[in-house]
């Protein structure tokens, strides 16, 4: 059934304590949970005390300490209720009893390789015991944890350590953990297993000692260096960036290697995904590293925006979500290059965001309803819910925006907010009527904004209209922050128009137009600087000014836009010609020929090369990057053919690898590490490794021999993952027996690596051939591949399906074919996983129509299927919504 926003209402009950404890056992595990319930004063007088569940098992039930009778309750595994509750305060006692080696969802109190531990949020902790399972519910958590010292050496729980020892004559052992702080039962967790530890000691800025642990598989620990770093980094940093200083003694990050999302915030006890903890040079790679950064920041980040204010309900998931990505994002950006990350982020945004919010599945930030809340961790909720803070920046200024957060956070402290609290900080703060603003929470869809622009020689003036539209509505005007400048043929220009403040101009209505004064040449404008809004521009600049642009423009992002720019529409001419030839006519490599406009493009992009590529190499390898081929699919917005797609990105990029073919090599001579120079993770290192691997990539289709060549080379030689993965991706490019002896080679190498391995597949799915699917089925039948293991499905079927246009779009529908049966089969394991593979469907109406038939074929087929899960189903229903 629908859940709707405008639909909540207060708890009946609170429950203001909880003392849990937990006797863990691999199929028999017992718990036993003291609730101190008090009516709610806001809620219905008398109402009865209705807990959630979800497949629980029910061993015993007492209130105050006396057994209840069988009348005055009803017990399934899907809740608990009292049908006339004391109009008082009472403790209630309830015991279930569990299955955590059982437990294939992922959710709840689970087992992963032989460590217990659990995920809560959204609604696991009903999986746990019967409980009020909503955000505005906070209680203090007492918990005893008890386990076989064998198997459980380790016990951690939220808060503090407090008694632990022996339980004598048994084996067992406890510990017991107090978190003073008022939490949702999401954020509830516990860890007991054999684990190895890391840990330093921190001091916040108000002088409290905190120890800071990193536990990992036994024998890993060296590998969670990197991670405990960035603890201690992300810690200090939130102090000095926004004043939050961490609260507790103590602050645990747990890996685990199965796991439904990348990580999860608990209190005091962080659980994660192995795959953003465990890093060395052996085993990863450089964006593997950045990944652990953000993530384990965006963990820790939590603990204020997330944990001490938490979400009123469901509905308001991008008040914790967003603001935290938005605060992860510039931690990784004062860690790293800003320019690079910004580009970075974008480029996520419109790689996940956008598609999401052009097809059947796009929400508002804000949902107004919802069938299955896990269904709702989106790119919209998260990466435009970030976009959404940043924008609050930008109109505010650094100054106000600061003061606001600090307001939320100490209005909200120890309260469960709404998106109303966040804007009412800063419109407090800023004396800024916010309302209008807050519509970005509200519509979905990407909006457009069209410019115009004409410049008056005589008077010295250049006139800019924009207008903005949002897909299939009118309603009322978003508030648009659009960062701008003016560009010259040799620099830029000192305009000046008093509409624009610190390079800012407010677009407010549906269209306006603003003039600038002192302009003695044609300017190139320079829009949306920075990506100051998550918006598609359209203007009709000409290439040589979008070269001008990159160039000369001050703003680094709108000098990579622009190269993508170029090169969108150069890919866009050729994929739409293509796709209205008749067929027959692809003749190979016979058609390659490059216009000069190809021409100009790759030159420039040679004059950029020669001028910058070592002062900056991260931004250079952006530079040189194309489009995805999602990007093209997603410009066209409809009849999208993949294979045409790629066949244009395909031909550009060989085209731009032939014209900068004498730069490679000397490029790549320049970029090598000094030979025994030590490895490092750093964002100057990475760079360098990113734009030696960039042209590595351009050589590889410029000049197959030579790349195949110059990848063994780098393979055989590389002292790190970043190198070696690198290498083998060019050679994964180019069919023969190099390819299949490297990949074989690599299989065998880190057969024993689950991280690494996961690598391996992905690169195998994503090649772009017809043989891929019979590699894939073959790859299904590895001793390594695991329907329980939600990293091993993403790499092989969900790389497939994101990261494989032409082959999971396929003519014949065998690519959707295989998706689909992939997750009918996953979703009798874990329904959470499933759906989120579902939604590699989500741009199926994009498709040309032979291709789109076939996809909605499949998904009706599967929506006629008996016992699908809510997950999948609720997917499904969208997806195929109006069909
Ligand atoms: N709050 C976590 C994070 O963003 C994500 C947990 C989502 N879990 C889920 N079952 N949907 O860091
Ligand atoms: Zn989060």
Redo the contacts with the bound molecule.
């Keep these: 059934q629908t859940i709707r926003l405008e639909d909540y209402r207060p708890s009946d009950h609170l429950i203001d304590r909880v003392d849990l404890d937990i006797r863990l056992a691999p199929h028999d595990t017992r718990v036993s949970a003291t609730l101190a319930v008090r009516p709610n004063p806001a809620g219905v007088p008398g109402a009865p005390l209705v807990l959630d569940g979800d497949e629980l098992t029910l061993l015993g039930l007492a209130l105050d300490g006396q057994a209840l009778p069988a009348d005055a309750f009803a017990a399934s595994p899907g809740g608990l209720t009292l049908h006339a509750p004391p109009q008082r305060p009472f403790t209630l006692t309830v015991e279930t009893q569990i299955d955590p080696t059982a437990n294939t969802k992922l959710?709840g109190l689970y087992r992963s390789g032989g460590v217990y531990c659990t995920?809560c949020?959204?609604d696991?902790f009903r999986r746990i015991t019967y409980f009020l399972d909503r955000p505005d519910v906070l209680s203090v958590y007492t918990t005893r944890i008890e386990a076989d010292r064998e198997e459980a050496p380790v016990l951690l729980g939220n808060g503090d350590p407090g008694e632990a020892g022996a339980v004598p004559g048994t084996g067992r052992h406890f510990a017991v953990w107090h978190d003073p702080h008022p939490k949702p039962a999401y954020l509830f967790a516990l860890v007991g297993g054999r684990l190895d530890r890391v840990s330093a000691p921190f001091t916040t800025m108000e002088g409290r000692a905190v120890t800071v642990a990193v536990y990992v598989e036994p024998g890993k620990g060296p590998r969670a260096d990197y991670a405990l770093d960035a603890v201690l980094r992300s810690m200090r940093w939130d102090e000095a960036a926004f004043g939050r200083p961490y609260d507790l003694a103590v602050f645990n990050v747990v890996a685990v290697s199965d796991f439904?999302?990348?990580?999860?915030?608990n209190k005091g006890l962080n659980i994660f995904n192995d795959k953003y903890v465990l890093a060395d040079p052996e085993t990863a790679t450089d964006t593997d590293y950045a990944n652990i950064e953000a993530v384990i920041a965006?963990?820790y980040f939590?603990n204020w925006s997330?944990n001490r204010v938490t979400c009123r309900d469901w509905f308001q998931l991008c008040l914790k979500?967003g603001l935290?990505v938005f605060r992860d994002q510039e931690f990784s950006s004062d860690m790293r290059s800003r320019a690079v990350h910004r580009i970075g982020e974008v480029r996520t945004l419109r790689a996940r965001q956008f598609p999401e919010d052009a097809g059947p599945l796009a929400h508002p930030v804000r949902p107004r309803a919802y069938a299955e809340i896990?269904n709702f961790?989106t790119a919209t909720v998260?990466e435009k819910g970030a976009e959404i803070v940043r924008m609050i920046r930008t109109l505010l200024g650094p100054a106000a925006f600061r003061a606001g957060m600090d307001r939320y956070f100490s209005e909200n402290d120890g309260r469960a907010a709404t998106v109303e609290d966040f804007l009412s900080a800063f419109a407090a703060e800023s004396g800024r009527d916010l309302s209008a603003f807050a519509r970005w929470y509200e519509r979905p869809g990407t909006p457009r904004v069209s410019a115009a622009g004409s410049h008056d020689a005589q008077t010295g003036r250049y006139t800019l209209s924009l207008r903005q539209s949002l897909p299939g509505g009118d309603g009322a005007p978003l508030v648009i922050p659009v960062a701008l400048g003016l560009v010259g043929a040799a620099g830029p220009l000192e305009a000046t128009c008093e509409r624009v403040r610190d390079g800012v101009f407010v677009l407010e209505a549906a269209s306006d137009t603003i003039t600038f004064a002192g302009v003695a040449e044609p300017p190139v404008p320079s829009l949306f600087r920075g990506f100051s809004a998550p918006v598609r521009l359209e203007m009709d600049l000409g290439d040589a000014e979008r070269l001008t642009l990159l160039r000369h423009d001050t703003d680094p992002f709108n000098r990579w836009q622009a190269a993508q720019s170029v090169a969108m529409r150069l890919i866009l001419d050729r994929a739409t010609a293509r796709a209205q030839e008749a067929e027959g006519a692809e003749g190979a490599e016979g058609a390659e020929e490059a216009g000069p406009a190809a021409a100009a493009y790759a030159a420039a992009l040679g004059a950029f090369l020669d001028a910058e590529a070592l002062a900056d190499p991260a931004f250079a390898a952006l530079v040189l990057g194309l489009p995805g081929e999602g990007d093209v699919a997603n410009e066209m917005g409809r009849d999208v053919d993949p294979d045409a797609i790629h066949r244009a990105r395909q031909a550009l990029r060989r085209h731009l690898g032939r014209s900068l073919r004498g730069r490679l090599d000397p490029l790549r001579a320049a970029l090598a590490p000094a030979a025994g120079a030590p490895f490092s993770p750093d964002a100057a290192s990475a760079g360098r490794r990113a734009l030696a691997n960039a042209a590595l990539d351009l050589l590889g289709i410029a000049d197959p021999e030579a790349g195949t060549q110059a990848a063994e080379a780098q393979l055989a030689a590389a002292t790190n993952m970043t190198d070696r993965l690198a290498a083998l991706s060019v050679l994964a490019q180019i069919p023969g027996p190099a390819r299949e002896r490297a990949l074989e080679a690599f299989g065998e190498r880190y057969a024993d690596e689950p991280l690494v391995l996961d690598k391996w597949f992905a690169l195998q799915a994503t090649i772009p051939e017809a043989g891929t699917l019979e590699r894939i089925a073959r790859l299904r039948r590895h001793p390594a591949f695991a329907m329980t293991n939600p990293n091993r499905v993403r790499a092989l079927i969900g790389s497939f399906g994101l990261g494989n246009p032409t082959q999971f779009a396929r003519a014949d529908g065998a690519g959707f074919a295989l998706l689909a049966e992939t997750v009918e089969a996953l979703d009798r394991v874990n329904p959470?996983i499933a759906a989120k593979l579902l939604t590699t469907f989500g741009s199926w109406r994009m498709l040309e129509p032979a291709r789109s038939s076939r996809a909605g074929e499949i998904l009706s087929r599967m929506q006629a299927r008996p016992g699908l899960s809510r997950d999948v189903t609720d997917i499904l229903a969208r997806t195929l919504a109006g069909s």
């Design positions: 959710m995920q949020e959204a696991g439904n999302m990348g990580a999860m915030e965006h963990e939590h997330g979500e935290t896990n961790y998260y959470q």
